[in-house]
């Protein structure tokens, strides 16, 4: 079975400038969550889809935003990028809502902000 | 509004040594607690949870809701078990969002 995929793998940006990061969720996976990690902050949490509904936020500014797709594949977007944004993001999925349906991670998407 | 805290950055031991990893949360309701690792150049995969009440790699978890905290134990620790180690929690209607300790590098010397 294949792992969740993010594309693209690495992204450099300008200040700014929008940029939009992809989730391929695990088959049959219909909940995608995003997190934002960095050395000073660790691991945030953005948002959480689940049948194409954003059902959770994380304290971020609207620059960012997601959405989620009928095939359960999510985006997520920051417009006017800030040299702050310079992070890994990760994308999880899991089966269903709940804690007894583990997050599987994806392997980031490197975003650098110049 | 809820909080994971892992008191230790960086965590050294030697091959064959007990080890534990601290881990303390605040919620205001019954939350759900977890471990995740992240092997070198691997990635961040779940170790275990708090509901499974189970050993993973030798490893175990005790959720004691009297301190707050969450231990994460191992009576003998392998050269394999070095990595970045993350407490997390969710509940109640936030189930898709889990909330992160900042984490623990733990390395197993020879």
């Known amino acids: 079975k294949a792992g969740v995929t993010q594309t693209p793998r690495y992204l450099i940006k300008t200040r700014g400038q929008q940029v939009t990061l992809s989730c391929s969720p695990i088959?049959?996976?219909?909940?995608v969550s995003w997190y934002q990690q960095t050395p000073g902050q660790g691991l945030q949490f953005l948002f959480e889809?689940?049948?194409?509904?954003?059902?959770n936020k994380g304290n971020f500014p609207g620059r960012f935003s997601g959405r989620q797709f009928s095939n359960s594949r999510s985006e997520m977007n920051v417009s006017t990028l800030e040299l702050g944004d310079s992070a890994l993001y990760l994308c999880a999925s899991s089966l269903a809502r709940g804690p007894a349906y583990e997050q599987y991670f994806g392997p980031g998407t490197r975003l650098t902000v110049t | 509004a809820q909080r994971v805290t892992q008191p230790e950055k960086l965590l050294s031991v030697f091959k064959g040594a007990p080890v534990e990893l601290k881990c303390n949360y605040s919620y205001s309701g019954s939350p759900e607690l977890f471990w995740y690792v992240q092997y070198s150049r691997q990635r961040l995969q779940l170790l275990l949870r708090?509901?499974s009440r189970e050993s993973i790699k030798g490893f175990t978890a005790d959720l004691n809701k009297g301190e707050t905290s969450f231990h994460l134990k191992k009576p003998f620790a392998q050269e394999e078990d070095s990595a970045m180690y993350y407490c997390?929690?969710?509940?109640?209607?936030?189930?898709?969002?889990?909330?992160f300790g900042q984490g623990t590098i733990l390395t197993v010397h020879p």
């Open positions: 708090h509901i």
């Open positions: 997390a929690l969710t509940g109640g209607t936030s189930y898709g969002k889990l909330t």
């Open positions: 088959s049959g996976h219909r909940s």
């Open positions: 889809y689940f049948s194409e509904t954003q059902r």
